[in-house]
């Protein structure tokens, strides 16, 4: 990757709506690219439209030779931010860590705005009954990195008898 320009943008309230209605539209394109298929209902789009326009959440990404091949929508309240939803163009996945780069960037630019806490998902392990692909994993070992708080996520089960 060292060999590779990215270029970390993001698109803001400051954008004009046109502009963030485009990159909103590019980044629902690249979701339907990646799986196939529509992957949340338009009002969700619209919601996250709304949202950069608000001035509560930003659209960040990665270009490589002026073409977008990793988005990053990231809500915030306050102090406090979370991403809400990532996507990566199919044939940059493999050549090298977008979404790690994307997400350093993103911890960088969330800090020089003084935001305090910064909500990456949750760490998953393999556990009994559950593996998490290696994609997971990787990303996972990639959140660990920053040294941040870790919390206990209880699960329940309930076996319930025939009524």
């Known amino acids: ?69 990793s988005y990053l929508f990231i809500g915030y309240h306050k102090k406090f931010c979370f991403g809400w939803s990532q996507v990566n163009l199919k044939k940059y996945e493999k050549d090298f860590q977008v979404r790690h780069f994307l997400e350093w960037s993103v911890i960088k630019f969330l800090k020089k705005r003084k935001f305090r806490f910064y909500e990456l998902g949750e760490r998953f392990y393999k ?23 870790f919390y206990p996520k209880v699960f329940f089960e309930s076996k319930l008898n025939d009524f």
């Not at 309230?13 to 992957?39: E, L, Y």
């Open 1 to 69: 990757m060292e060999n590779e320009k990215l270029n970390f943008k993001y698109c803001s309230s400051k954008d004009s709506k046109d502009i963030v209605k485009k990159n909103i539209d590019d980044f629902k394109k690249a979701h339907f690219d990646m799986w196939g298929k529509q992957t949340r209902p338009d009002a969700s789009w619209d919601s996250m439209l709304k949202s950069i326009i608000d001035d509560e959440a930003v659209l960040c990404f990665l270009e490589k030779n002026h073409e977008t091949i």
């Open 127 to 149: 556990y009994k009954g559950f593996k998490p692909s290696e994609k997971y994993l990787s990303i996972s070992d990639f959140k660990e990195k920053f040294g941040g708080s």
